[in-house]
């Protein structure tokens, strides 16, 4: 069952999914940032649940691309273990966040978009 | 006579995630949802509420989903309380777990918005006789 009541809700919702996007990766990239300065187990769990949460919503609000990359990201978080990992670990997951930052900048400008249309 | 599915209880943490489900389940699919977020509150919740099926999240700060459903079942109207788990924890050993606890299925997130109404019916009628 859907209606144009509905479906305006669903486009509004997306829109302001997609406008905060930007700053939820920036988030997480800080806290990446943070681990790799000192390695601290319970803020890693933090950052993957963080992670985890962005997998679990970007698909339902029509971003499968925030969904694939946070999931690769948070799967590399969990990989870490209780330790401070090595420096290339970091820097592979730094990669990930740095494309997820470009999906999500990507989403909001086209939401920007959208509303010029 | 199959038994309609019409009270859902739906425990998530994630603040966007339970939004687009209250629209999905709520706005979309017509049925009665109540939301909580976390299991401990949905623990709590059913001791007084008797949904016809619980959707739960299984990835939770505090006690996780699984935990969740171990406490449900133990509860004196829990044990047949039907419990869909929605997860992207969802390798086939995790789904065994799931399924060994009880659980009725699984639904994958992320989610549809567009369809998640009909893909937690269609799991309804699978199990209570209604039409597949």
């Known amino acids: ?117 | 006579m199959a038994r309609e599915l019409k009270h859902i209880l739906y425990v998530e943490d994630e603040p966007d995630i339970r939004t687009i489900a209250e629209l999905a389940l709520a706005t979309l699919g017509g049925y009665r949802l109540e939301v909580c977020d976390s299991g401990l509150a949905a623990l709590a919740r059913l001791e007084h509420a008797r949904p016809d099926l619980v959707l739960l999240d299984v990835m939770m700060p505090g006690i996780d989903g699984v935990q969740t459903l171990e406490r449900l079942r133990a509860l004196p109207h829990g044990r047949e309380l039907p419990v869909v788990f929605m997860t992207a924890k969802a390798q086939p050993p995790e789904l065994a777990q799931y399924r060994a606890l009880g659980a009725l299925d699984v639904i994958t997130k992320p989610f549809d918005p567009l369809t998640l109404a009909a893909q937690v019916q269609a799991i309804w009628d699978r199990h209570h006789g209604g039409t597949p």
């Open chain 1, 1 to 117: 069952v859907t209606s144009p009541e509905a479906e305006a809700r669903l486009a509004a919702l997306a829109r302001d999914y997609a406008l905060r996007l930007p700053e939820r990766v920036m988030e997480l990239q800080s806290a990446l940032a943070a681990l790799a300065r000192h390695w601290d187990a319970q803020a890693a769990d933090g950052l993957r649940r963080g992670l985890h949460n962005l997998a679990g919503s970007g698909g339902a609000y029509g971003h499968a691309a925030i969904s694939r990359h946070a999931r690769a990201a948070e799967l590399m978080v969990a990989a870490l273990g209780q330790h401070a990992p090595d420096p290339a670990a970091l820097a592979q997951i730094h990669a990930e966040l740095s494309v997820l930052g470009a999906v999500a900048e990507a989403a909001a400008a086209a939401a920007v978009a959208g509303d010029r249309v």
